[in-house]
Structure formats: structure tokens, C-alpha cells
């Protein structure tokens, strides 16, 4: 949605995926497989999840840790790209770890921090001195197997970023469990000669589910994970993304399934979408009565005086400005509250002013026809930066 949201703004967006596919998880990952696969018990710091073990039922590659890791990882990552897709999220790179270090870029960000005097040698691994640079602690760039850490294989693609492809802002969305990474990240381009100001990181937190009164407690790695795809199948791609977009992305957020799933005023997504589906309506009871409206140069707009059409008008004309905060602010709860906003808006001067009722004047019922269409417009805008869709029936 941030993406959308900077498109509509005018920003020129490309959006990537950045696949964590070398190193200890990946071990982790292969481990876990083939253990699954002989049937013996997940290692204690492995991946428990009953995913793997429709993965392993299938893997018929041979015991080597990594390439079963490997392996795993490219299926998981065609699940989540199907899975992306079907609730309306698109990235046009997919940028893989390992394929950064295979290409020698790792070993040259490397040596461009050596150039100047930033990293050294120590227990046989190579360390970044970020600590030079406002990080509480040096980091490891390469352990003493040989292994690239995942802070090299980052600065190696930010250098990518802004020095190879050129990109003038970068927006990172990390997870609550990567907040520690932040500080040798800013610390590592700073250290590149790249103004530290073009990197922003969004910290991401966890999202708790809920099901009416019961808790469904969450872990990456443990079995009781609820899958992304499984919540949009349960309630849906709108309803999945418009929830998660009620908070800000720094706020731990409750999800409420019972509620996603009710056709009530307690379901914001139905609420707002009743209001497309009303406008819908409102559009079909015209062509059933043969009611056009007249050009817009024709309509007396000032009979639209009524407090509900008013405030209606009001938050309409809100639009260009919200978009252009929710953009520089990277907050497309802006966004999210002002459609909500909209709907109620609409929900009121549809109660309170009738449209194509008998005793309204033809005057105002043709101006309020406009009104019903900036209405729709709006929503169409609003909820297309949303990712949700505008249904005319419901």
C-alpha cells in the first residue's frame, strides 16, 4: 500500500523482495527437512511447522544440509509469491542473498569499508568497525568458516541500490525480530560514502490473532504459525489487507477474525465496501428509471446545502492532501482512516438525502447524482491505494 500510495503521489517506485537464502537459516531449513524426512524430531532451533512436512514428503534430493535448505527455501518462496499475489501484492525484483555473494559483490563491499580503515581481522573472521560510526559494537562481515553474515550480503545490496543502480531513497520494512540490525545497517552506508538520510527503515511488529475471545497464539518457527494464505482464505484478500492497515506498521495490532468474517458495522472492510455497493445500487436504480445525469456545467451545485452533503463535500476535497501526508510520512493508515471516514460520510447523506425519490426536485436530485459521483471516485481511489476492491453489489 506504501508503494501504491508513493505511486499516486508521483514518486517513481520500484518494489523488491529481498530473499534471506545463504547462511544459518538456511542450514536450519535443511535440517529440518531432512529430519522430517527420516521422521526424527525437528532440532530445538529448527523449523517446526507442519509446512515441511508436505515439503519433505516430496524432497527426494540427497542428505546434504544445505542443498535440502536449499531446495526448501525455493519452494517456500513460490508459496509466498502465489500467496502475494493473491491478495494483491506485487514486487518487480526478487533479489536473492546468495546469488549477491555468488556474484562477488559481497567481496567488494567488503573491500571498499577496507579502503577506508573500517574493517579488520580478528579470531579468524572479518569485522565491520561500525562502532566507529554509532553502532553500540563491531559486527562480523565474514565468519572464520568462510561464511558471509547477513550484514555483509545487506550492505552489498544496498551498495547495489545506491551506487550501482541509483536509486535516491530506499524504504526497508524489517521485523520486530531484526530491530538489532538497524544501527550497523545506517553505520555500513554511511561507512560507503552514501548519506545515511537516504536509508529509512520501517520496523515492522507483530500482528496478534484473535478469533472472537480466543487468542491464536503465532511463531515463525514453532508449529502454531497461521500462514498468510490461510488467513486470506478464511476471510479474505480485502478483509486481510484493510485490517492490517487500520495501525500503524510500528504498533503491535490485534486482528480479529470473528470480526473480518461478520457483515456488520464492526467489520470496516464491509462498512466500506457497503458504501461501494450502495453507490452500485443507486447507479442500477437510474437505469431502471431511465435517469441520466445531465452535464456537470448544467447542475446547480449549489443546492447541495444540506449538513450531511456538506460534510460529505468536505471530506472529499481531503483527498490530494492525505495522499501527499500519507506519502511523506510513509502512513497509509492515513489513507485507511480517511476511506473509513468517506463511508461514513456516505453512509449518512445516503440515509438523510434522498437521491431519486419522488419529492426530490429534479435540480437537486441531478446534483446529488454528482455527489454520489465524486463519492465513488473517491472510494475507487481510496481503496485502490488500499489494495481492496470497490464492489457495486454486495
Not at 524489517?174 to 537516504?198: C, K, N, T, W
Amino acid at each position: 500500500s506504501l508503494a501504491r500510495i508513493l505511486d499516486r503521489a508521483g514518486y517513481l517506485v520500484s518494489r523488491e523482495y529481498y530473499v534471506n537464502d545463504t547462511g544459518g537459516q538456511i542450514r536450519a531449513l535443511g535440517e529440518s527437512l531432512l529430519a522430517r524426512r527420516r521422521g526424527d524430531e525437528v532440532p530445538e532451533q529448527g523449523y517446526q511447522g507442519d509446512y515441511l512436512v508436505d515439503l519433505a514428503s516430496r524432497y527426494d534430493g540427497p542428505d546434504d544440509v544445505t542443498t535440502a535448505g536449499r531446495w526448501a527455501a525455493e519452494h517456500i518462496l513460490a508459496d509466498i509469491r502465489q500467496t502475494l499475489e493473491s491478495v494483491g501484492i506485487h514486487f518487480d525484483e526478487w533479489y536473492s542473498q546468495a546469488s549477491i555473494e555468488e556474484s562477488g559483490a559481497v567481496d567488494e563491499t567488503i573491500a571498499l569499508l577496507a579502503e577506508k580503515g573500517l574493517v579488520f581481522e580478528e579470531d579468524g573472521a572479518t569485522w565491520f568497525r561500525s562502532s566507529a560510526l554509532g553502532d553500540r559494537r563491531d559486527r562480523v562481515l565474514r565468519k572464520s568458516n568462510g561464511d558471509a553474515t547477513y550484514l555483509a550480503g545487506d550492505l552489498a545490496y544496498h551498495r547495489d541500490k545506491f551506487l550501482v543502480r541509483g536509486f535516491d531513497r530506499v524504504i526497508d520494512i524489517f521485523g520486530a525480530d531484526h530491530h538489532g540490525q538497524v544501527a550497523s545497517l545506517y553505520a555500513g552506508v554511511e561507512a560507503m560514502g552514501i548519506d545515511p538520510g537516504r536509508l529509512e527503515v520501517k520496523i515492522g511488529q507483530m500482528v496478534s490473532l484473535v478469533d472472537g475471545d480466543d487468542e491464536v497464539r503465532m511463531s515463525k518457527r514453532a508449529g502454531n504459525a497461521v500462514a498468510l494464505g490461510s488467513l486470506i482464505g478464511d476471510v479474505g484478500p480485502d478483509a486481510t489487507r484493510i485490517l492490517s492497515l487500520l495501525s500503524s506498521l510500528d504498533q503491535a495490532t490485534t486482528f480479529d477474525l470473528a470480526a473480518a468474517r461478520s457483515e456488520s458495522v464492526d467489520n470496516p472492510v464491509f462498512y466500506v465496501q457497503m458504501a461501494s455497493a450502495r453507490i452500485g445500487g443507486i447507479a442500477r436504480k437510474q437505469q431502471e428509471r431511465g435517469v441520466t445525469r445531465a452535464p456537470l456545467a448544467e447542475v446547480e451545485l449549489t443546492r447541495l446545502a444540506h449538513p450531511r452533503e456538506l460534510e460529505l463535500i468536505r471530506t472529499l476535497d481531503e483527498l490530494p492532501e492525505v495522499v501527499a501526508e500519507a506519502a511523506l510520512e510513509r502512513a497509509p493508515t492515513r489513507v485507511t482512516a480517511w476511506v473509513r471516514r468517506l463511508a461514513a460520510d456516505f453512509h449518512g447523506f445516503y440515509h438523510d438525502c434522498p437521491i431519486l425519490a419522488d419529492d426530490v426536485e429534479p435540480a437537486l436530485s441531478q446534483a446529488r447524482l454528482w455527489l454520489v459521483e465524486a463519492s465513488r471516485i473517491g472510494l475507487v481511489i481510496g481503496l485502490s491505494l488500499l489494495g481492496v476492491a470497490a464492489p457495486e453489489s454486495m
